[in-house]
């Protein structure tokens, strides 16, 4: 079965950092992008960043741009989000998703989410 | 506010049409035929629904379908069914630079 697997969520104080990972089961994992996207309570899905199949592009959101690092690891099949500095407004469920396999910006294959809330 | 906009609701009897709209601009929806849809019931993750505009992934129902003009898309859902009633999003790609931007969401309700 084609699985994503997100853990690392938690409570965290602003200007905390967390790091999000995502296990990838079911596919060959070092064929495809792979994506991270956010959802506030209430509210639509947020892009967050890309990573390439191989791992040498990546994109950020201008949200989390200097703040957030994607990475991943072929040997471990997962994902990885490396969060700092942490405000208010990244308070959120973190999905980690597939893009469909020969296109772009379409995610087929999304997790069941890991929950990231900043209070104090 | 998204940088898509979709209204906020639409409802529609069960066997009637439904068609929800997603206005971009022309550095997004206008630009690139890579528009998806996504499904959501509450309390789960998102389910693709159409990509690259008019395309069904594997799976889905060929009542579901996806259209494109200029700076806007739609997506149509034939037939309703009572299942359908969830949160419909729709995404655009803008670019490498912004990757993919959202919608604010539509909420379906089969009456």
């Known amino acids: 079965e084609v699985q994503l697997v997100e853990s690392g969520g938690g409570l965290v104080q602003p200007g905390g950092s967390l790091r999000l990972s995502c296990a990838a089961s079911g596919f060959t994992f070092n064929s495809y992008e792979m994506n991270w996207v956010r959802q506030a309570p209430g509210k639509g899905p947020e892009w967050v960043s890309y990573i390439s199949a191989d791992g040498r592009t990546i994109y950020y959101a201008d949200s989390v741009k200097g703040r957030f690092t994607i990475s991943r690891d072929s040997a471990e099949n997962s994902l990885y989000l490396q969060m700092n500095s942490l405000r208010g407004e990244d308070t959120a469920v973190y999905y980690c998703a597939r893009n469909l396999w020969l296109t772009t910006g379409a995610f087929d294959i999304w997790g069941q989410g890991t929950m990231v809330t900043v209070s104090s | 506010q998204s940088a898509l906009t979709q209204p906020a609701s639409v409802s529609g009897s069960p066997g009637q049409s439904i068609t929800i709209s997603c206005t971009g601009t022309s550095s997004n929806v206008g630009s690139y035929h890579f528009v998806s849809w996504y499904q959501q019931h509450p309390g789960k993750g998102p389910k693709l629904m159409i990509y690259?505009?008019?395309r069904r992934p594997s799976g889905v129902s060929n009542r579901f379908s996806g259209s494109k003009s200029g700076n806007t898309a739609s997506l149509t859902i034939s037939g309703l069914q009572a299942e359908d009633e969830a949160d419909y999003y729709c995404?655009?790609?803008?670019?490498?630079?912004?990757?993919?931007?959202f919608g604010g969401g539509t909420k379906l309700t089969v009456l």
């Open positions: 995404c655009a790609y803008g670019g490498s630079r912004t990757y993919v931007v």
């Open positions: 690259e505009a008019s």
